[in-house]
C-alpha cells in the first residue's frame, strides 16, 4: 500500500516579487519508487547507490533461472544502448538527462502503468516489448520480497523519522537554511522525499543520499539510526535549496570565486555545494538531535560528517564559520560571503591542494574500454558533481560543457591511436601535444596534465585497456600536491 507521510513545513520568507511561500516536505513510502530504484541502481554506474547490496538482493530473490537473467541482460544492454555516447548525441537527449528522466519516472508513478508509459516514451517499438517483458517480470518478484521484508520495516521507520521532525530547533535551522540559501520557490512548493529501502547489508554499509529533480532520496535499512537518515534527508533538501537561488542571484556567487585573487578560490568553489549542505544538514541536524557531549565526540571523529575527506575536513573547516553567519541573518549571497568561505578553506587546506580538490567538479570523457571508468573515478578523487560521457571519436561531437565551461577541469581517457583528436579539437597545446606523443614513443602509456588556466586543468591519460586508464588515474591522484606536465 502506497502511504504519504507529512513530514514538516518551512515558511520561506517574501523573495523576487513571490509571496510568502510555504514549502512542504513529504516522505513517500512507495513499492514503485523503490524498485525503479533498484532496477536503476543496477543498470548503471553512473548512480551513487548501494550497488553491491542490490545486486547481491537481486541475485538471491529475482534472477533464480536463466530466463530471469537473460530478460535483466537484455534490459540492461537496452538502457545502456540508449544512454550511451554514440546515440546521445544523435538525439535531443543526453545520457545523463535520459537516465535522470527514466529515475524520475520511478519517483513520480503513482502506478505501475504510469511508470511503464514514461519508461516507453523514448523506446522504439520492439524496445517497448523489452521494457514491458522487464517490469511485469520483476515487479511481482519485488513486491513478494516488498510485503515480506521492506514495508513492515520500513513504514514504521518512516513514522520514526516523521516524529524526529517535530523538533523545534531543527525547525528553526530549517527555517535559517531557506534564508540562508535565499531559495525562490512558487507559494505552496511540496519537495518529497523518497525514502528508499536497503536490504540486509552486504559490503561497507553507508548512509546514501541525493538530490534529483525535485526529490530527496535516502537510502536506509531498518537498522541505520532513524537520526542519520534525518540527516541524510535535510542535507539532499540543502542541495534543492542551492540549485534555486533567486533570478538576480544567478552567476553572482561564480563571479564572486571567479573575481577572487585567492589561489584556493577553485578548489573552495568545487567544494561549496557539499560542504555547505554537509555542514547545514548534517552536522546542525546531527547537533540538533544530540547531548552536546555526545555531539562533540561525533564532530572529533575522523569522516563522521561525510565519507570524503576533505568534504569532511571542509564540513568542520566552516561550522563556526555558517554558525556566526547564520546567526546574523547573512546569506549565501552577501557581498563578503565568498572571501570569508575562501579564507576558511585556505586555512584548513593552505595553497599547495592535492589533486584531488581540483577536481570536485569535474568532466569525463571516455573512449569504450569495455567498462565504465566512472567508480574508479569516484573511488580515486570522490567528486561531488561528476559529468561523464563515452564518446567514439568518429561519431560524436565533444560535450558543449568543455567548450562553454571554461573553469571546469576535465579528463580525457583515450587509446594511443586517438592521440591526434586533441590536435583535432584544440584540447591541448602543439607543444603538449608533442610531449604526450614522444612519451608514447618510450613507454606505452601516458597520463598529461595540462593546466588551462589558474586552478584549472586537463587530464589526459593515453592507456591500452580497462586496467591501464585504472592505472593511469591512479597515477594522477597519488601526487599529494597537485601540479602540470607528464606524471610519472
Not at 22 to 49: G, H, M
Not at 181 to 193: G, R
Not at 425 to 447: M, N
Request: net charge neutral; aromatic share 12%.
Amino acid at each position: 500500500m502506497r502511504k504519504t507521510i507529512l513530514l514538516f513545513t518551512i515558511l520561506i520568507p517574501c523573495l523576487c516579487g513571490y509571496a510568502r511561500a510555504e514549502v512542504t516536505l513529504r516522505a513517500k513510502w512507495s513499492p514503485i519508487a523503490n524498485f525503479a530504484y533498484q532496477a536503476d541502481c543496477l543498470s548503471s554506474d553512473a548512480i551513487n547507490c548501494s550497488r553491491e547490496n542490490y545486486a547481491a538482493l537481486w541475485n538471491r530473490k529475482f534472477l533464480a533461472n536463466p530466463a530471469d537473467r537473460q530478460a535483466f541482460n537484455t534490459w540492461l544492454e537496452l538502457r545502456r544502448r540508449y544512454t550511451s555516447s554514440a546515440d546521445v548525441y544523435k538525439s535531443k537527449n543526453t545520457g545523463r538527462n535520459l537516465i535522470n528522466k527514466w529515475r524520475i519516472a520511478g519517483m513520480q508513478a503513482a502506478t505501475l502503468s504510469a511508470y511503464k508509459k514514461k519508461l516507453a516514451q523514448p523506446l522504439e517499438p520492439a524496445d517497448k516489448a523489452v521494457m514491458n517483458d522487464f517490469v511485469d517480470r520483476f515487479y511481482p518478484k519485488f513486491m513478494n520480497w516488498w510485503k515480506a521484508e521492506a514495508d513492515p520495516a520500513g513504514a514504521n521507520y518512516v513514522e520514526t523519522v516523521n516524529s524526529l521532525l517535530d523538533n523545534a530547533e531543527l525547525r528553526k535551522k530549517l527555517a535559517q537554511f531557506v534564508a540562508f540559501y535565499e531559495v525562490q520557490l512558487p507559494d505552496e512548493t511540496e519537495l518529497p522525499v523518497m525514502l528508499i529501502y536497503r536490504a540486509a547489508d552486504v559490503g561497507q554499509p553507508m548512509l546514501r543520499g541525493e538530490y534529483l529533480g525535485n526529490y530527496a532520496i535516502a537510502e536506509f535499512n531498518r537498522q541505520d539510526d532513524p537520526k542519520r537518515t534525518l540527516a541524510t534527508v535535510v542535507h539532499e533538501t540543502c542541495h534543492y535549496f542551492y540549485a534555486h537561488p533567486g533570478r538576480e542571484n544567478a552567476g553572482l556567487l561564480r563571479q564572486k570565486f571567479a573575481g577572487s585573487e585567492n589561489p584556493v578560490s577553485t578548489p573552495a568553489r568545487n567544494l561549496l555545494n557539499e560542504a555547505l549542505a554537509t555542514a547545514l544538514g548534517t552536522a546542525m541536524t546531527n547537533r540538533s538531535l544530540m547531548d552536546a557531549r555526545s555531539f562533540k565526540a561525533f564532530f572529533a571523529r575522523p569522516r563522521s560528517f561525510y565519507e570524503d575527506e576533505y568534504i569532511d575536513r571542509a564540513t568542520k573547516a566552516v561550522f563556526a564559520f555558517m554558525d556566526q553567519w547564520l546567526a546574523r541573518g547573512r546569506t549565501l549571497f552577501h557581498e563578503d560571503f565568498a572571501d570569508g568561505y575562501i579564507s576558511v578553506i585556505a586555512r584548513e587546506f593552505g595553497e599547495r591542494l592535492p589533486p584531488q580538490l581540483y577536481f570536485h567538479k569535474m568532466f569525463l570523457v571516455e573512449e569504450d574500454f569495455g567498462a565504465s571508468l566512472v567508480d574508479p573515478i569516484i573511488a580515486a578523487i570522490h567528486p561531488s558533481d561528476l559529468r561523464a560521457a563515452q564518446i567514439d571519436w568518429s561519431v560524436n561531437k565533444l560535450p558543449a560543457e568543455l567548450k562553454t565551461e571554461r573553469d571546469l577541469s576535465y579528463m580525457l581517457v583515450m587509446h594511443p591511436d586517438s592521440l591526434q583528436q586533441l590536435k583535432t579539437h584544440q584540447l591541448v597545446p602543439a607543444e603538449t601535444l608533442r610531449e604526450i606523443s614522444y612519451r608514447l614513443k618510450q613507454e606505452p602509456d601516458a597520463v598529461y596534465v595540462y593546466q588551462r588556466a589558474p586552478s584549472v586543468f586537463t587530464v589526459v591519460i593515453i592507456a591500452r585497456d580497462y586496467e591501464t586508464a585504472v592505472k593511469g588515474i591512479g597515477r594522477f591522484t597519488a601526487p599529494k600536491i597537485m601540479s602540470a606536465g607528464m606524471i610519472d
